[in-house]
């Protein structure tokens, strides 16, 4: 987690709550030598000239791809998340086909819920589906917070065979879900419009609801050290639903937790905060942490970035309806986009929120390949 320009300095003032057990100074290289990627992604996510705006897109491996549908037809969508070899294919494939700066695991945020003690399945058209969710305060003497990330060691294999078998130019993503986002799945047991049952819970039971954050988050860390330990150049945090917060709820009941949970990640890699309609949080958000903050499309680009100062990158806007065409369209957006980061070190474009599957393959290749030629220096 690198947040000041000079990597070391950053690694000497890391913050206070960062709590190492001694095995993890031990077994842990990178506790030492943290690990500084010099590739465009991991410059401009430090704010630093990369030559050109590195560009990877979320959602960037998916069901847009003619490709990825047919391994689908033969291959649940867990299946593919439980194999090593497969979500490695899927994850480089992407990025190689695409020309991306980075590539981001093939993985799910809700991964983590099974060890957790949640019972979770992808329904087909439906989405997630968890069938034993949180309802009352009870419910929480059965997730598990601890020793959760052992039971994930499948997602570190796919992160050292691609880690191995990816060009050395592009970086890879690892990721998780953010303790909100996680707990509102756990509550409501699946998707939702509002987050109504999530948001009641905490309100009927703010400790029991803080206590179900703690645990997401202790268990998040675990995890993402363990993709760390395994090579991971960057870390994103998805907190996609957070923006259904108030800016007063979001500062009591979620930032302690992310605040705590970027300060535990090892040094090295580079960190991104993202959620969507965050328009109101981002000073919050970036206060939690992260080198980078992920910006929806709904607000300006230079805006947002004038709000949060010098001291972070952004990532993103483009809707990701946009790439559904036309060409023209895409592109006069994505100039907009450009000339307002106006070649400031620390722009990393992406859309605001994941691929669209009913998106033309092209397009995004298109996209990805405009970004590169607009920008190099
Ligand atoms: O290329 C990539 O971006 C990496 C892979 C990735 C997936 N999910 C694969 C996936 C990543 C980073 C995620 C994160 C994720 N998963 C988030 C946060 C990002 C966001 O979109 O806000 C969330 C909220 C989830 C939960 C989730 N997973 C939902 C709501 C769904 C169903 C909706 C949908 O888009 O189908 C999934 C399934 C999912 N995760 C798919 C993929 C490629 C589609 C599954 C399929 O192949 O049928």
Known sequence: MLSEQDPDESFASSGPLITWTETERKTNPNVNTPKVGTNAFSLACRRQPAGHTPVWLMRQAGRYQPEYRELRSKVGFLELC???????????????????????????????????????????????????????????????????????????????????????????????????????????????????????????????????????????????????????????????????????????????????????????????HFGTDTGHLLEAQRDAGGDVIGLDWRADLDQCWARLGDSVAVQGNLDPVLLLGPWDEIERQTRIILDQAAGRPGHIFNLGHGILPSTPPDNVRRLVDFVHEATRS
Not at 113 to 120: I, K, Q, R, T, V
Not at 148 to 159: F, I, K, M, R, T
Not at 258 to 271: A, D, R, S
């Open 82 to 272: 439980h194999s090593p070899e497969l979500a490695a294919q899927v994850t480089i494939d992407a990025a190689n086909w695409l020309d991306t700066d980075a590539a981001i695991l093939f993985a799910d945020i809700l991964l983590i819920l099974e060890p957790m003690g949640f019972d979770l399945a992808f329904v087909k058209g439906d989405g997630p589906a968890i069938y034993n969710p949180v309802r009352a305060a009870e419910d929480l003497d059965r997730v598990r917070g601890e020793g959760v990330a052992d039971a994930l060691s499948y997602v570190y294999e796919a992160v050292r065979l691609i880690r191995r078998d990816l060009p050395a130019h592009r970086d890879l993503i690892g990721f998780a879900g953010a303790p909100f986002t996680l707990a509102c799945y756990a509550i409501e047991g699946g998707g939702s419009r509002h987050y109504d049952k999530a948001k009641a819970f905490m309100y009927r039971n703010p400790e029991a609801f803080d206590a179900l954050m703690g645990k997401l988050t202790s268990a998040t860390v675990e995890y993402l050290n363990a993709q760390i330990r395994a090579g991971a150049d960057a870390i994103q945090l998805f907190d996609s639903w957070v923006g259904n917060l108030s800016l007063r709820d979001y500062r009591r009941f979620v930032q302690p937790h992310m605040k705590t949970l970027f300060e535990g990640l090892l040094p090295g890699p580079v960190t991104i």
